[in-house]
């Protein structure tokens, strides 16, 4: 059984684990935190180090978590967080990031993501993250939530192809990029972070998915995990504040779905067969 992590490649040529880590609801619950310290720090010993977060995750909670749990330990992990759209402004980007690092206790961010598109022009937001990478706040920087016509336009700016990454809704109910977003960003090597990989829990459910899981004496999350680690340059991220959980979903990487397996979940939830807007949570 291999159990070695697969790996996604960057247009930098930094290469990440290709199974992340989530952090969206942590640090809203102070009773919680113990749970999702160790979370987070299982998810760095099982080399999950892909840590996803947000200026907008529990109001900056979650960054303060995620800070508490790499103390001693930032250089294990690739650590990614958001601008919201309404700071994406040259100034207020910069001001944003730099809040983030101080609730994550660090002096710089792995990658930095326009959150989704919102009024500010992508070339004050393109400006800014260049002037961070400059400044070595940030190493790489990309985008979420963005559609094909979203990337040509962020392509048509200034410096618009130094994006790394779109991180997007991808999971088996949530097919539709692979249409043309997710061939588009694989011929520019730009890694697509599939957010809500198991549907927030509600794949989990799925008595086809539970019959499927069953024969490889394995879970639902791993089958719907093992789905997307799959396709070449895409990178989940499940989020979960349970140790035995995160282990589960590292275990994913050992599940081989074969060929028949694979047309079975086409069959079951079924690819794009036209363009579909994008999808967003
Ligand atoms: P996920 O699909 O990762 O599901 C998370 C939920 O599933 C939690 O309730 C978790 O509970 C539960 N869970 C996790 N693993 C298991 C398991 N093996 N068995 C049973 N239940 C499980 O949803 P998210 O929306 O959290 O997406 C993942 C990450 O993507 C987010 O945390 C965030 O970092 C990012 N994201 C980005 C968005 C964007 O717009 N860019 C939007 C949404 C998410 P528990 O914690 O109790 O285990």
Same mark, same amino acid.
Not at 245 to 251: F, K, P, T
């Given at each position: 059984m291999d159990d070695t992590l697969p790996t996604v490649s960057l247009p930098s040529g930094i290469t990440l684990p &290709?199974? /992340?880590f989530g952090t969206w609801n942590m640090g809203e619950d102070g009773a919680k935190a113990k749970d999702e310290i160790a979370a987070i720090g299982k998810a760095l010993d099982l080399g999950m180090t892909v840590i996803d977060t947000a200026e907008m995750y529990g109001n900056g909670g979650a960054e303060k978590i995620t800070g508490a749990a790499l103390q001693g330990r930032r250089d294990e992990a690739f650590l990614v967080s958001?601008?919201?759209p309404w700071n994406a402004s040259l100034k207020g980007t910069i001001q944003a990031c730099e809040d983030s690092l101080k609730?994550? /206790?660090t002096d710089h961010l792995d990658l930095y993501l326009l959150h989704w598109r919102g009024d500010h022009p992508l070339e004050e937001t393109v400006a800014a993250f260049e002037r961070l990478r400059r400044e070595g706040k940030? +190493?790489?920087w990309g985008v979420s939530n963005f559609d094909v016509e979203d990337m040509e336009e962020l392509f048509s700016v200034e410096h618009g192809h130094n994006c790394a990454a779109n991180q997007v809704l991808y999971n088996l109910t949530r097919r539709g990029i692979e249409f043309d977003l997710l061939p588009w960003c694989q011929q520019r090597n730009i890694a697509v972070m599939a957010y809500s990989p198991i549907e927030q829990g509600r794949l989990l459910n799925n008595a086809d998915l539970i019959h499927m899981a069953k024969a490889y004496q394995a879970t639902p999350a791993q089958v719907a995990l093992a789905f997307l680690l799959e396709r070449e340059g895409v990178l989940p991220i499940p989020k979960s504040a349970n140790v035995h +959980?995160?282990?589960?979903?590292?275990? &994913?990487?050992e599940l081989?779905?074969?060929d028949e397996d694979l047309q079975r979940l086409d069959t079951l939830f079924a690819p794009p067969q036209r363009k579909q807007p994008l999808e967003m949570l």
């Open positions: &290709a199974l /992340g958001k601008v919201l609730r994550l /206790g940030i +190493r790489e +959980r995160v282990e589960e979903n590292r275990a &994913a990487v081989d779905l074969t």
